[in-house]
């Protein structure tokens, strides 16, 4: 399966938009190349770390997150700009009781500001469609087997909605710092394919 959906109805509507828009002098197309190219720059699994990292140590950070995490996230300098539209982006947290892990049936959104490029798994059609129907499973060839009696919600992210997974803190970190912290987490952490 290749990386990327060159072939997709949506990306051919795009290039020959792009291609209408570069004959009417609208876009520079390498103005449009160096703004990628720096959005992807920026674009990393670190930006990730960090905001689980700070919502471990300041319960007020991980309550706005949790409650809008748009509005949260330019407390660390991030946010889920960087393209055409701001996607909302919703942080659903592992509990004890309840663990999340994410998914995008239609294609592969993802909140790349935030965990960088998708993985080439989450974008294929058997992890999209079993992590519904048997998440349990999918987990468990992950390496993540959760006991019986935790209920599993699986996340479809979307066009307008991006997810991202709010690890539970490892035992034994208190005496950690931040940055610590943000080393511990984990890509696939954030998608809710690992613990952290």
């Given at each position: 399966?290749?990386d990327?959906?060159?072939?997709?109805?949506i990306?051919?509507?795009v290039?020959?938009?792009?291609?209408?828009?570069e004959?009417?002098g609208?876009?520079?197309?390498?103005?449009?190349?160096?703004?990628l190219?720096?959005?992807a720059t920026?674009a990393?699994p670190?930006?990730g770390?960090?905001v689980?990292?700070?919502?471990?140590v300041?319960e007020?950070?991980?309550?706005?997150?949790?409650?809008?995490?748009n509005?949260?996230?330019?407390?660390?300098?991030l946010?889920?700009?960087?393209?055409?539209?701001?996607?909302?982006?919703h942080?659903v947290?592992?509990t004890?009781?309840?663990?999340?892990?994410?998914?995008?049936?239609?294609?592969s959104?993802?909140?790349?500001s935030l965990?960088?490029?998708?993985?080439?798994?989450?974008k294929?059609p058997?992890y999209?469609?079993k992590?519904v129907?048997?998440p349990?499973e999918v987990?468990?060839q992950?390496?993540?087997?959760?006991?019986?009696?935790?209920?599993?919600?699986?996340?479809d992210?979307?066009?307008?909605?991006r997810?991202m997974?709010?690890?539970?803190?490892p035992?034994?970190?208190?005496?950690?710092?931040e940055?610590?912290?943000?080393?511990?987490?984990?890509?696939?952490?954030?998608i809710?394919?690992?613990?952290?």
């Open positions: 399966m290749s990327d959906h060159d072939d997709s109805p990306a051919a509507r290039r020959e938009l792009e291609a209408i828009l004959e009417k609208l876009l520079d197309a390498q103005e449009l190349d160096r703004a190219e720096a959005f920026r990393s670190a930006n770390y960090r689980v990292a700070r919502a471990w300041d007020g950070f991980k309550a706005r997150l949790l409650e809008n995490a509005e949260a996230l330019p407390e660390l300098g946010s889920m700009g960087g393209g055409l539209q701001v996607q909302r982006l942080v947290e592992n004890e009781s309840v663990h999340n892990v994410i998914v995008c049936t239609l294609c959104c993802y909140p790349l965990l960088g490029p998708s993985p080439t798994w989450y294929s058997a999209r469609s992590v129907s048997h349990r987990l468990e992950f390496g993540l087997t959760l006991p019986e009696d935790t209920g599993i919600r699986v996340w992210a979307n066009a307008e909605s997810y997974v709010l690890p539970r803190r035992a034994g970190t208190e005496g950690l710092t940055d610590e912290l943000a080393a511990l987490v984990t890509r696939n952490g954030l809710g394919t690992a613990a952290v």
